[in-house]
């Protein structure tokens, strides 16, 4: 179950940039290259898997550090002009020869494994409730990674972050200075909306996009359309109008509202039940973990699938403010194809070590 989900997920999503590439087609694009590549991306993801099948939690613990130092240094690359990658108005992507990725994938992928390790040290029974155990070390990487996101700017990334930081922290050490953190947060994110004019054009497009529908409301409206011509059982793949002219993004960030339209209500329901069964499945080898550190780093690993999706599916249906998360496992891309699946193989891992330690 914990490979099949994905495997269905990434399927759906296959079908979906499909269905959107033939369209593009009609255009003089190739209709076979979108899909292709996607295909590509799920077998390089696993791939990364497999790979990751091999490392015993002692392996992750003893390179947590250097894996997290690693992906913070390709975070910070990404802000130097002339090495990060700007794409609409944002420095988030770096590029090796024949592939462009996103460091904030590996970012989520690291910070799970070196939270978990740090929080089950030896004395964090003592540091339990203690505002020194929040600040090393949750708060410590809450800034040295949040810092480089905003500077991106990347306000859905550092949310994220954020987020699975804070629920590792409370399933360690309890909930005393989180719930602070949460407020001050809170805080802080009304603050940087109200200081960025494109945050708060945002923020006031979410609020109510029919005030700009041509401009800044556009997006959220299209999307929303799009869900209400899929109605119950959607206008049939490769029968949606929304995604060919009007729906942005709609092989990346948009992908729930297309698939909303071609399958309706009950596609999207089937997706949301599949990441359902995923976590409850998660939660199985979280509560089966034999040690501290695989149960807390079972629980990164699944927020960091689970918090994307959320954030996703709230922005495309107007729940909260847009911020440009992909949908995991089926949104178009390869960095967080590849770093989802490699997410997986860690689970896998902590389940077949806890059987044999059992």
Not at 95 to 101: E, I, K, M, S, W
Not at 154 to 179: D, K, S, Y
Not at 324 to 335: D, E, K, L, V
Request: aromatic content about 12%.
């Amino acid at each position: 179950m914990e490979v099949i989900i994905p495997l269905v997920l990434s399927g759906c999503g296959l079908v979906m940039i499909s269905s959107l590439s033939l369209r593009n087609s009609m255009a003089g694009g190739n209709p076979y290259l979108a899909p292709i590549r996607q295909g590509q991306f799920i077998g390089l993801g696993i791939t990364m898997m497999l790979c990751c099948l091999a490392f015993s939690s002692n392996t992750l613990r003893r390179n947590s550090g250097k894996l997290f130092a690693a992906s913070w240094i390709l975070l910070l690359l990404t802000l130097i002009p002339g090495i990060g990658i700007k794409v609409g108005g944002a420095r988030r992507w770096l590029a090796v020869p024949g592939f462009r990725f996103q460091p904030l994938e590996i970012i989520l992928f690291t910070v799970p494994i070196f939270m978990a390790d740090r929080l089950t040290d030896d004395d964090s029974v003592m540091k339990r409730g203690n505002f020194h155990s929040f600040v090393r070390p949750t708060l410590m990487v809450i800034l040295m990674t949040g810092i480089p996101l905003m500077f991106q700017p990347n306000l859905g990334g550092t949310i994220i972050v954020t987020a699975i930081c804070f629920i590792m922290h409370i399933e360690r050490r309890g909930w005393r200075w989180p719930m602070m953190g949460i407020i001050g947060g809170a805080a802080a994110v009304v603050f940087l909306i109200l200081i960025a004019p494109y945050r708060m054009r945002r923020f006031n497009a979410f609020w109510d996009p029919w005030s700009d529908p041509t401009n800044t409301g556009f997006q959220i409206i299209q999307g929303l359309v799009a869900f209400a011509n899929g109605a119950l059982t959607g206008v049939g793949i490769g029968h949606g109008l929304q995604e060919e002219r009007y729906l942005p993004e709609a092989e990346t960030d948009y992908i729930f509202p297309a698939i909303g339209e071609e399958f309706g209500l009950v596609g999207t329901m089937f997706l949301l039940l599949m990441y359902a069964l995923w976590t409850w499945r998660a939660y199985y080898i979280y509560k089966n973990a034999k040690t501290p550190f695989m149960k807390s780093l079972a629980l990164g690993l699944t927020a960091s699938v689970i918090f994307p999706m959320f954030v996703n599916v709230a922005g495309v249906t107007k729940l909260m403010p847009l911020t440009g998360i992909p949908m995991p496992f089926i949104s178009a891309g390869g960095s967080s194809m590849i770093f989802m699946w490699a997410k997986v193989g860690l689970l896998m891992s902590i389940k077949m070590e806890s059987k044999q330690s059992k």
